[in-house]
């Protein structure tokens, strides 16, 4: 079963954000299309902030070796929208394993 799309939409702020990591970070736009693309085909991935699970934060570990920044992004579900409200860029950490 194939999932729909969502379009992503973002605050001046979260793209003054964009643009200051990506003078710091040469992966940060991939990074972020990173963020995009999963939040647009699944918007239940992050830990949600409020009862009703609209209100969500989701993390994307980066990558030293490509320097890639870890991305933090607190996102509302607006069906069919995604709304990111804000986002936090940070050196990679360490790679942690992921158990599901």
């Known amino acids: 079963m ?5 379009q992503i ?4 702020r979260v793209q003054n954000k964009r643009d200051e990591a990506e003078t710091r970070w040469s992966g940060a736009e991939t990074a ?3 963020v ?5 085909y699944d918007p239940e991935i992050g830990e949600p902030l409020n009862e009703a699970g609209t209100l969500r934060t989701f993390v994307l570990q ?3 070796s490509n320097d890639m920044p870890d991305i933090v992004v ?13 986002v936090k860029y940070k050196d990679a950490g360490q790679y942690v394993r992921q158990v599901h």
């Open 9 to 12: 939409s973002e605050s001046t």
């Open 32 to 34: 972020w299309d990173a």
């Open 2 to 6: 194939k999932r729909l799309q969502r």
């Open 36 to 40: 995009t693309l999963v939040l647009a």
């Open 74 to 86: 607190i996102y509302e579900d607006r069906n069919p929208t995604i709304e990111v409200i804000d």
């Open 62 to 64: 980066g990558a030293r």
